[in-house]
């Protein structure tokens, strides 16, 4: 007879008292398990999709404010699979894009190209690079 009970030790460090996890991990974390949902999506596992989203949601809740997962997650919760999978696309391609700026920095950068940084006024010329 066995006594022995399989446990799974948590990383998480609020539960065991250790050093908190990087920045990092949390990325890679968050990575995975969007990728599983992303996948359950593909293969049509509509509850395990819905299981992949919990768990992505508990591994970072900002997903809450993503127009594109919330609307995943309604469409999982009406158990429409075809618009998760459509959303679930558009999110992969989203993400499969390289780094970019978003749009309210680059209309910022533009607004600094076109300013000149230096302007006189009676004769004194003011450099605003700094």
Excluded at 78 to 101: C, I, M, W
Aim: proline share 5%; with cysteine.
């Amino acid at each position: 007879m066995d006594n022995s009970h399989p446990f799974r030790i948590d990383s998480n460090a609020r539960n065991w008292g250790g050093q908190p996890s990087s920045q990092g991990d949390k990325q890679k974390r968050r990575k995975l398990k969007l990728d599983f949902l992303l996948q359950c999506l593909k293969t049509g596992e509509l509850a395990n999709a819905r299981q992949a989203y919990v768990a992505l949601l508990n591994v970072d809740h900002s997903i809450v404010d993503d127009p594109y997962l919330s609307k995943i997650y309604t469409a999982l919760q009406n158990s429409d699979l075809y618009s998760a999978q459509k959303l679930g696309l558009l999110v992969e391609t989203r993400n499969s894009l390289p780094n970019t700026q978003p749009s309210a920095s680059k209309d910022k950068m533009s607004m600094q190209a076109k300013m000149p940084n230096t302007f006189s006024t009676s004769g004194i010329k003011i450099d605003l690079s700094a």
